[in-house]
């Protein structure tokens, strides 16, 4: 069975350290898709990023960073100085292709609080 | 433009009454999908649809409805509401294809059973 584990709860950062989120997966599947998505305290869910499982290049964009890598099964994302927007839940998710058609496996989301 | 939309936002109401929630999406995806997020924050799919076709069902309890009018449209109705439905039901699209594509979640709707 697809598994995704984010070991980190809950991390608190003040404003302008960098942090890094875990995420490590598990599959049988040699093609399958990885995302990030945030959960803001308002609740909505945004996507924020989708890796294949055959593109290990790390991804940046702004203030935020990806690290792709299928031998530890790890993609972890990293948020260089940290604003107090970044507050929030985030997800790693795993997609699983189920008859052509996809369902996300997520991991159990790690609370970001970024303080003043 | 509101990509995906939910109603009711919030749902409070008591045990053993019947609740429909709607999902609506402008993005052209040909496929819905209900998922159920618990007081943890844990996310769990429910169900799938593509094209008006149930394709995924996560062994959820017969009281829990979904019907798809068109590939826009997902509603999801629950009868008989227990005191552990109490959740945020969140709708989500995406266009199926030869690849995995994003889904585009709604803005969730909170359900709180008394």
Not at chain 1, 26 to 34: A, V
Not at chain 1, 69 to 93: L, R, W
Request: charged letters at 20%.
């Amino acid at each position: 069975a697809q598994k995704v584990t984010q070991a980190q709860t809950e991390i608190s950062v003040v404003e302008k350290e960098d942090v890094t989120l875990d995420c490590v997966y598990e599959t049988r599947d040699t093609t399958y898709y990885l995302f990030w998505y945030k959960q803001p305290p308002s609740g909505e869910l945004v996507f924020l990023i989708r890796r294949n499982s055959f593109d290990e290049q790390n991804e940046i964009s702004g203030r935020y960073s990806w690290n792709f890598q299928k031998s530890t099964s790890s993609f972890n994302f990293t948020i260089t100085a940290s604003q107090v927007v970044d507050s929030a839940v985030y997800f790693c998710a795993l997609s699983e292709v189920k008859t052509g058609f996809q369902k996300l496996v997520f991991g159990t989301g790690t609370r970001l609080l970024v303080s003043p | 433009d509101t990509a995906v939309s939910q109603t009711p936002k919030y749902l409070v109401t008591q045990m053993g009454n019947d609740k429909s929630i709607k999902c609506e999406q402008n993005l052209g995806h040909d496929t819905m999908y209900w998922y159920k997020q618990d007081s943890k924050k844990f996310l769990k799919i429910m169900f799938s649809y593509n094209n008006k076709e149930l394709i995924i069902n996560e062994t959820v309890p017969n009281r829990f409805s979904p019907k798809s009018p068109d590939k826009a449209h997902l509603n999801l109705h629950i009868n008989s509401l227990e005191l552990g439905d109490s959740a945020v039901y969140f709708c989500a699209s995406s266009q199926s294809g030869g690849g995995v594509e994003t889904q585009y979640f709604g803005p969730g709707t909170r359900l709180l059973v008394l």
